[in-house]
């Protein structure tokens, strides 16, 4: 009877290995092709520009060269890549402030203030998560060219001065898990909303909003489409933009210097992933929302 156990306490044992090891195969398979055109690009961006579409199944280069980076720094049109990179930079820090901020303060208005039409005014923001961008990527074109928006910045900050119904939704599930007692204890002892909002509420939501902030950023970082529709002119011109530019249909593309500068527009990105990834986790998963 004994043996029979022991037997079966082992086979279990091993069993459970088993099942770890074909885990992290499976895993590291996954990863490994998922991160593999990465490398790519990377060792790419180090061979001579005639070399990079010819030796595409080559990943290790013949001959190693950093001209790429220096052509691709120099830009085009007399502009360098430093003043696209300061557009976006910009562009993403201002829109990642306002974007957080405006957030934060809607949640918190449908998350404990009582006021009129508020179910009403929560499903139609709920509605907005719906809408496709492209349905109000006219209409929206219309407003801004009237206003004489077009070609500057203010047509992709200023939206997001007006918060984001994903983040308010995410946020709005922090804020509701945090006990309502503290906002009573708080009015007893005078405090305004205010006063609570940016004493109580905001220091308590602050890896919700750090999550909020991760997304935007990405978001904002790698928006193309927003950069292309108001952004004429290349001194404006953020990264997205001025990478399609080292490549010409018509004539001879510098994939060498457009996979330079791509490496290097990667570095912001996974800067603050590492970073701030412990955030990531944590807001995600008070909040209540699985991915």
Same mark, same amino acid.
């Given at each position: 009877?004994?043996?029979? =156990?022991?037997?079966?306490?082992?086979?279990?044992?091993?069993?459970?290995? #088993?099942?770890?090891?074909?885990?992290?195969?499976?895993?590291?398979?996954?990863?490994? %092709?998922?991160?593999?055109?990465?490398?790519?690009?990377?060792? +790419? +961006?180090?061979?001579?520009?005639? =070399?990079?579409?010819?030796?595409?199944?080559?990943?290790?280069?013949?001959?190693?060269?950093?001209?790429?980076?220096?052509?691709?720094?120099?830009?085009?049109?007399?502009?360098?890549?430093?003043?696209?990179?300061?557009?976006?930079?910009?562009?993403?820090?201002?829109?990642?402030?306002?974007?957080?901020?405006?957030?934060?303060? $809607?949640?918190?208005?449908?998350?404990?203030?009582?006021?009129?039409?508020?179910?009403?005014?929560?499903?139609?923001?709920?509605?907005?998560?719906? #809408?496709?961008?492209? $349905?109000? *990527?006219?209409?929206?074109?219309?407003?801004?060219?009237?206003?004489?928006?077009?070609?500057?910045?203010?047509?992709?900050?200023?939206?997001?001065? %007006?918060?984001?119904?994903?983040?308010?939704?995410?946020?709005?599930?922090?804020?509701?898990?945090?006990?309502?007692? #503290?906002?009573?204890?708080?009015?007893?002892?005078?405090? +305004?909303?205010?006063?609570?909002?940016?004493?109580?509420?905001?220091?308590?939501?602050?890896?919700?909003?750090?999550?909020?902030?991760?997304?935007?950023?990405?978001?904002?970082?790698?928006?193309? *489409?927003?950069?292309?529709?108001?952004?004429?002119?290349?001194?404006?011109?953020?990264?997205?933009?001025?990478?399609?530019?080292?490549?010409?249909?018509?004539?001879?593309?510098? %994939?060498?210097?457009?996979?330079?500068?791509?490496?290097?527009?990667?570095?912001?990105?996974?800067?603050? %992933?590492?970073?701030?990834?412990?955030?990531?986790?944590?807001?995600?998963?008070?909040?209540?929302?699985?991915?």
């Amino acid at each position: 009877m004994i043996s029979s =156990k022991r037997k079966f306490s082992v086979g279990m044992r091993t069993r459970r290995k #088993l099942d770890t090891v074909i885990f992290h195969v499976v895993v590291g398979g996954i990863a490994i %092709f998922m991160i593999y055109p990465l490398v790519w690009m990377l060792l +790419s +961006s180090f061979k001579p520009t005639d =070399k990079v579409m010819t030796t595409v199944t080559q990943l290790i280069p013949d001959v190693w060269t950093i001209q790429n980076y220096i052509t691709g720094w120099k830009g085009f049109g007399g502009i360098t890549f430093a003043t696209f990179f300061k557009n976006s930079l910009i562009i993403t820090i201002l829109s990642t402030i306002g974007a957080v901020l405006s957030s934060t303060m $809607v949640a918190y208005g449908f998350a404990r203030i009582n006021f009129r039409f508020k179910r009403a005014l929560f499903f139609c923001m709920i509605i907005t998560m719906m #809408l496709p961008g492209q $349905v109000i *990527m006219i209409p929206q074109y219309i407003i801004f060219n009237k206003l004489g928006w077009v070609n500057t910045m203010l047509p992709i900050v200023v939206p997001s001065w %007006f918060a984001k119904a994903f983040f308010i939704f995410m946020i709005m599930q922090f804020i509701e898990g945090i006990p309502k007692d #503290l906002d009573e204890a708080a009015l007893m002892d005078g405090c +305004s909303n205010y006063t609570i909002f940016a004493s109580i509420i905001v220091p308590l939501v602050r890896p919700a909003m750090v999550t909020c902030a991760i997304f935007e950023f990405y978001w904002k970082w790698d928006d193309y *489409m927003s950069s292309l529709l108001y952004l004429n002119t290349p001194k404006n011109y953020t990264v997205s933009i001025a990478l399609k530019n080292f490549t010409d249909p018509m004539s001879s593309s510098d %994939f060498g210097a457009m996979f330079a500068m791509c490496v290097l527009s990667l570095l912001p990105v996974i800067i603050i %992933f590492l970073l701030l990834q412990k955030y990531i986790v944590e807001g995600v998963a008070a909040s209540g929302i699985k991915g």
